[in-house]
Nanobody, 120 residues
Framework: QVQLVQSGGGLVQAGGSLRLSCEAS????????MAWYRQPIGKLREMVAS???????NYADSVKGRFTVSRDKAKNTVYLQMNNLTPEDTEDYFC??????????????WGQGTLVTVSS
């Protein structure tokens, strides 16, 4: 079993910054993809930022230049640094990992979600 636990988030004024963290625990041999998604009310989750095991990053156009995804391999943790936040960034944010676990299985795991609220 692999679990993801998110931390960070909360309320911030427009123009401010927040950092989200997501730590994986359990039987983990490797993580080949980490990502952050957000889910507008009534819509599907949309990818905000992703990071491959090889270090390649990808960002949604709406956050390029403002958000940065990074990882700490030793801690099995992925971060999302969010700068210059706007009210349009107000959403529930979810982390995701694709993990190679015991028995050479690949597991797709989600965090519990955390609310980011940006006031104008």
């Amino acid at each position: 079993q692999v679990q993801l636990v998110q931390s960070g988030g909360g309320l911030v004024q427009a123009g401010g910054s927040l950092r989200l963290s997501c730590e994986a625990s359990g039987t983990i041999f490797s993580i080949d993809r980490m990502a952050w998604y957000r889910q507008p009310i009534g819509k599907l989750r949309e990818m905000v930022a992703s990071l491959t095991g090889g270090g390649q990053t990808n960002y949604a156009d709406s956050v390029k230049g403002r958000f940065t995804v990074s990882r700490d391999k030793a801690k099995n943790t992925v971060y999302l640094q969010m700068n210059n936040l706007t009210p349009e960034d107000t959403e529930d944010y979810f982390c995701y990992m694709r993990v190679r676990s015991s028995g050479n299985r690949y597991l797709e795991v989600w965090g519990q979600g955390t609310l980011v609220t940006v006031s104008s």
